[in-house]
């Protein structure tokens, strides 16, 4: 097995989330030495303790939140890589309360930084959104600001050899707050699904996509990049269209589901963007990622490959979406 995480120590922060459940259960197949779970929610953390009971040996459980440097600074003794994936996510809750937002996103990415750098921690991996793009609302502006935190922090780290970067991406299909265990709800429990607009496009991926894409970045990073993953577009009015027919079909349900239209939430945008204008001219493109090279750097690993072209938002079709939601069980 030559995967650079056997026999090492990892720790994923906001572990217990749904993507962090998913990347645990991904390491553990490369034979590290221990992972170390922090989230500041004990009953997930009982929950995943349970679900991986015969992985036991190689796990532990810390209680924590990022918004606690001393905290942080303990859980990262003696650990190889971090990948950091908790946050304040839910856009209309960051909206309401965003100083709240601001303390755990900004101010606990830094404190994640701190604690890297004191503890030589070999990589840090930041996990961020398309929403960070001009962003319209607070979420999107915190992980912005969380994003260029990383990246500055190749330059503020002196002679330490902490490896920061981040990697980019849309929604994960079947995540705790996304829409699909929400339309699920709503077609078992009120007879219709609510869309904010049928015609949204949203970029998305599964679970399984978004961690192997995550792993690569975390790899190949040299230092102060954001990696873009390349992410199907999804309308939302097909995805509500497929969900109902395998949802009433899996559970019998003879009954017309509607779907209604609701408009924007607050600070919602009705497209999503992967880059900047500015970062689309600097962005080096690979075959599943778009790169965009280090701020403070004058020389990077990507000079041979070639600048990003156009993107399109072109949508991905009902039957892909389908095949994608039956065989990763998401509904």
Same mark, same amino acid.
């Given at each position: 097995?030559?995967?650079?995480?056997?026999?090492?120590?990892?720790?994923?922060?906001?572990?217990?989330?749904?993507?962090?459940?998913?990347?645990?259960?991904?390491?553990?197949?490369?034979?590290?030495?221990?992972?170390?779970?922090?989230?500041?929610?004990?009953?997930?953390?009982?929950?995943?303790?349970?679900?991986?009971?015969?992985?036991?040996?190689?796990?532990?459980?810390?209680?924590?939140?990022?918004? #606690?440097?001393?905290?942080?600074?303990?859980?990262?003794?003696?650990?190889?890589?971090?990948?950091?994936?908790?946050?304040?996510?839910?856009?209309? %809750?960051?909206?309401?309360?965003?100083?709240?937002?601001?303390?755990?996103?900004?101010?606990?990415?830094?404190?994640?930084?701190?604690?890297?750098?004191?503890?030589?921690?070999? +990589?840090?991996?930041?996990? %961020?959104?398309? +929403?960070?793009?001009?962003?319209?609302?607070?979420?999107?502006?915190? &992980?912005?600001?969380?994003?260029?935190?990383? %990246?500055?922090?190749?330059?503020? +780290?002196?002679?330490?050899?902490?490896?920061? %970067?981040?990697?980019?991406?849309?929604?994960?299909?079947?995540?705790?707050?996304?829409?699909?265990?929400?339309?699920?709800?709503?077609?078992?429990?009120?007879?219709?699904?609510?869309?904010?607009?049928? #015609?949204?496009?949203?970029?998305?991926?599964?679970?399984?996509?978004?961690?192997?894409?995550?792993?690569?970045?975390?790899?190949?990073?040299?230092?102060?990049?954001?990696?873009?993953?390349?992410?199907?577009?999804?309308?939302?009015?097909?995805?509500?269209?497929?969900?109902?027919?395998?949802?009433?079909?899996?559970?019998?349900?003879?009954?017309?589901?509607?779907?209604?239209?609701?408009?924007?939430?607050?600070?919602?945008?009705?497209?999503? /963007?992967?880059?900047?204008?500015?970062?689309?001219?600097?962005?080096?493109?690979? #075959? #599943?990622?778009?790169?965009?090279?280090?701020?403070?750097?004058?020389?990077?690993?990507? /000079?041979? &490959?070639?600048?990003?072209?156009?993107?399109?938002? &072109?949508?991905?079709?009902?039957?892909?979406?389908?095949?994608?939601?039956?065989?990763?069980?998401?509904?």
């Amino acid at each position: 097995m030559n995967s650079i995480y056997k026999d090492k120590k990892i720790l994923v922060i906001g572990g217990t989330g749904t993507i962090g459940c998913h990347l645990v259960k991904r390491l553990l197949k490369d034979a590290p030495q221990v992972i170390r779970i922090f989230s500041r929610d004990e009953h997930k953390q009982y929950e995943m303790a349970i679900e991986f009971a015969q992985h036991a040996e190689r796990l532990r459980f810390l209680i924590g939140d990022v918004r #606690d440097q001393q905290r942080l600074g303990r859980a990262m003794e003696d650990i190889d890589y971090v990948f950091h994936l908790a946050a304040m996510k839910h856009v209309p %809750s960051c909206e309401y309360n965003p100083f709240e937002a601001v303390q755990t996103n900004v101010i606990g990415t830094q404190n994640v930084i701190q604690a890297a750098i004191t503890n030589n921690v070999k +990589k840090v991996l930041f996990t %961020s959104t398309d +929403k960070a793009i001009s962003p319209t609302n607070t979420y999107g502006a915190t &992980k912005l600001t969380a994003e260029r935190l990383i %990246s500055a922090a190749e330059y503020q +780290k002196g002679s330490k050899a902490t490896i920061f %970067s981040s990697v980019r991406f849309g929604n994960v299909m079947g995540s705790r707050g996304s829409v699909i265990p929400l339309f699920k709800k709503q077609i078992l429990e009120n007879g219709q699904i609510t869309v904010t607009d049928p #015609d949204m496009l949203r970029y998305m991926m599964t679970p399984l996509q978004a961690i192997e894409l995550i792993l690569k970045a975390n790899e190949i990073a040299d230092g102060g990049e954001v990696f873009v993953l390349k992410m199907p577009v999804i309308r939302v009015g097909d995805l509500a269209e497929v969900l109902i027919e395998l949802v009433t079909r899996k559970h019998g349900l003879q009954k017309k589901i509607d779907i209604r239209s609701i408009g924007l939430r607050p600070g919602e945008k009705r497209y999503e /963007e992967l880059m900047t204008s500015d970062e689309h001219l600097l962005a080096k493109e690979a #075959d #599943d990622m778009f790169i965009i090279p280090a701020m403070f750097k004058k020389k990077d690993q990507y /000079e041979q &490959k070639q600048l990003v072209g156009p993107l399109e938002m &072109k949508p991905i079709n009902k039957e892909l979406i389908k095949e994608w939601i039956e065989t990763e069980r998401l509904a």
